[in-house]
């Protein structure tokens, strides 16, 4: 709809010129030399200054195309920070969960050896016992043989048996012994890779509890989403600005050419012209300059999230954070589809400013020429 309305603009514009071209060349006669020559170094300026701003204007594309390619690349890299975070995340979980089941393995080992201690004290203290009762009826056995006549032909037999008896004995007992040491072994060990687990838990605890402070929080990121908004707004404001100086030099044309015909002209429009053309440059400049601001919190913004992606535990994080870059990449695309409708308002624009150029440098040949 607007280039059909542009193009009825231009068709009207068109045929005002050859109009006005047709009565300029009526009165052309009647005009002085002087005023003939100045007319014609004030066409000369006209066309001067469309050529400037037509270079300005492809400056501007040209800018705008640039930074359309800086927030793809910030997209880019914002999706690869996304995914080594989330592998990141998948690693911490997994050495986590290793953990966990190396501290229940441990706890499970501690608990069969306690429970083997126990049952082989027990059956060591049984056969002590058993020895000992033994020891007692042999006692008994010797000291009634050594009362009866037959008591010297076996007390040797006897003595040999008790110590045999005793020998078996110490073998029990330094068996025992090595069973205590063993068992005191592997209670040390035990202890030592249980604390050594707990050492890790508390250091992952730790790191867990310090990490969340050093994300961003959700002030900074509608602090962010407001200057986008905002330079979105600015980008509008300029090239509405920037419109309005096409305009102004189209009715500065149109001036020029009643002015020819009248045979006289004022340089204050002309000036009023230039103070607009610069206004709006330094004005795009300021908005070039905004985005580049927000394009180094956007980088800001990506280096705290890899810090917030070392811990397991801050998933709901990840995903509040996963939606707002969504968001804000739904906010780039609707800031790349306004740079396109701007992008063809400038060419538009450009078009028009092509058609005064055709009809300033007709008009001239033709007053060349008449």
């Given at each position: 709809m607007a280039i059909y309305i542009l193009t009825l603009v231009i068709v009207i514009l068109f045929v005002v010129g050859i109009s006005l071209i047709y009565r300029g060349m009526v009165k052309?006669?009647?005009?002085?030399?002087?005023?003939?020559?100045?007319?014609?170094?004030d066409l000369a300026s006209a066309h001067v200054r469309e050529n400037q701003l037509k270079k300005e204007l492809e400056s501007t594309q040209k800018e705008v195309g640039e930074t359309k390619a800086?927030?793809?690349?910030?997209?880019?890299?914002?999706?690869?920070?996304?995914?080594?975070?989330?592998?990141?995340?998948?690693?911490?979980?997994?050495?986590?969960?290793?953990?966990?089941?190396?501290?229940?393995?441990?706890?499970?080992?501690?608990?069969?050896?306690?429970?083997?201690?126990?049952?082989?004290?027990?059956?060591?203290?049984?056969?002590i016992d058993g020895l000992r009762k033994e020891m007692e009826q042999l006692r008994v056995r010797v000291a009634q043989a050594q009362s009866t006549p037959e008591a010297a032909a076996s007390?040797?037999?006897?003595?040999t048996e008790n110590?045999?008896?005793?020998?078996?004995?110490?073998?029990l007992q330094a068996k025992i012994q090595q069973l205590q040491d063993d068992l005191a072994k592997n209670k040390k060990e035990s202890e030592i890779q249980l604390t050594e687990a707990n050492v890790s838990i508390e250091r992952l605890k730790a790191e867990q509890a310090a990490l969340p402070a050093a994300g961003p929080g959700p002030e900074k990121i509608q602090d962010l989403e407001s200057q986008l908004t905002q330079v979105r707004q600015e980008s509008e404001a300029k090239l509405q600005q920037l419109n309005a100086s096409l305009e102004a030099l189209k009715?500065?044309?149109?001036?020029?050419?009643?002015?020819?015909?009248q045979g006289a002209h004022s340089g204050?429009?002309?000036e009023d012209i230039q103070k607009s053309k610069q206004q709006a440059e330094t004005q795009l400049?300021?908005?070039?300059?905004?985005?580049?601001?927000?394009?180094?919190?956007i980088v800001?913004?990506?280096?705290?999230?890899?810090?917030?992606?070392?811990?397991?535990?801050?998933?709901?994080?990840?995903?509040?954070?996963?939606?707002?870059?969504?968001?804000?990449?739904?906010?780039?695309r609707l800031l790349q589809t306004e740079l396109k409708k701007n992008r063809v308002r400038v060419v538009g624009l450009e078009k028009i400013c092509e058609d005064f150029k055709v009809q300033l440098d007709n008009m001239t040949v033709k007053s060349r020429a008449g």
């Open positions: 052309a006669s009647r005009l002085s030399p002087e005023d003939f020559e100045k007319a014609k170094n800086v927030l793809q690349q910030a997209q880019e890299s914002h999706q690869e920070l996304t995914a080594k975070s989330q592998q990141e995340i998948a690693e911490l979980k997994a050495g986590q969960e290793q953990y966990q089941n190396h501290i229940a393995q441990l706890e499970e080992e501690l608990a069969a050896l306690y429970a083997k201690a126990d049952s082989q004290a027990q059956s060591a203290l049984g056969i007390a040797e037999s006897l003595k110590q045999n008896l005793k020998t078996e004995l110490e073998a009715a500065e044309n149109q001036n020029l050419q009643n002015q020819m015909k204050k429009e002309l400049q300021e908005s070039l300059v905004r985005i580049k601001s927000l394009e180094l919190e800001q913004l990506q280096s705290q999230q890899v810090k917030i992606s070392q811990d397991q535990a801050q998933q709901s994080e990840l995903h509040k954070l996963k939606e707002m870059n969504t968001f804000l990449a739904q906010k780039e």
